[in-house]
């Protein structure tokens, strides 16, 4: 089934797609942010051609580069989610600092990328064509938002518990917790028109809020609380 915000008019050329495997270059970048962008300002109504338009390309270039419209769509929820920074850290050098660092950091991004303009519009399109089954862009964004950045953060949990650091026996129950933590009601409470005064400052306290939180519930080397941050 085709995603809804592409018309059903629109030629697909016959071309090998060349898709996106790694990092995408600086010109993908621009397209995939004028995906998003488009998302915030036309929701449902965005199309290929619009995408090609904003982006100054053709649409030939868009199926070469991403394949077809799910391709593209993947590509800009896993653009997006790449703003999320996670596993900073060095495995070998794991102390409770560094592993309370890589929390905060993890913490601070996802709660920025959350509470953007762009995340909400794209998490409003995909729980509606979820509720609608217009398309598979909610299980894209599953599969690439919430469920890749657990695989990259999951990780730092088992670090921390090799370290000695933490005390767990699941991962994925571990992972909710935290995510449970830092997200609290925010998310859907922007889903659904809060305007909540979420600046840098705000998003920082929330975060090492949240880590510590986290810390105390899992957190086998009880250290001092480090002061908290200044705001910009």
């Not at 290929?48 to 993947?74: H, I, N, P, Q």
């Not at 064509?129 to 690439?144: D, E, P």
Request: with cysteine; net charge negative.
């Amino acid at each position: 089934m085709q995603p809804s915000f592409a018309r059903q008019d629109e030629t697909v050329p016959e071309t090998v797609p060349e898709t996106v495997a790694g990092p995408p270059s600086a010109r993908q970048q621009a397209v995939l942010d004028a995906v998003l962008g488009l998302m915030v300002e036309e929701g449902d109504q965005l199309t290929m051609d619009a995408v090609a338009r904003r982006a100054s390309c053709s649409k030939e270039t868009l199926y070469k580069w991403f394949g077809d419209r799910d391709g593209l769509l993947t590509a800009t929820v896993r653009w997006q989610a790449s703003r999320v920074h996670a596993g900073r850290y060095a495995p070998n050098a794991l102390d409770v600092t560094a592993l309370r660092e890589s929390l905060q950091d993890f913490a601070a991004t996802w709660l920025e990328v959350i509470a953007s303009d762009t995340s909400v519009a794209l998490n409003r399109l995909a729980i509606g064509h979820a509720g609608s089954r217009k398309s598979n862009l909610g299980g894209i964004v599953l599969a690439n938002g919430r469920f890749a950045i657990g695989e990259r953060v999951k990780p730092v949990l088992e670090a921390g518990r090799a370290a000695g650091l933490l005390a767990f026996d699941d991962t994925e129950a571990a992972f909710r917790t935290f995510i449970g933590l830092v997200g609290r009601d925010i998310q859907i409470r922007l889903l659904l028109g809060d305007a909540l005064p979420l600046d840098a400052g705000e998003i920082r306290r929330d975060a090492d809020r949240a880590v510590e939180q986290f810390l105390a519930l899992y957190g086998r080397a009880r250290t001092p609380t480090p002061p908290s941050r200044e705001e910009d």
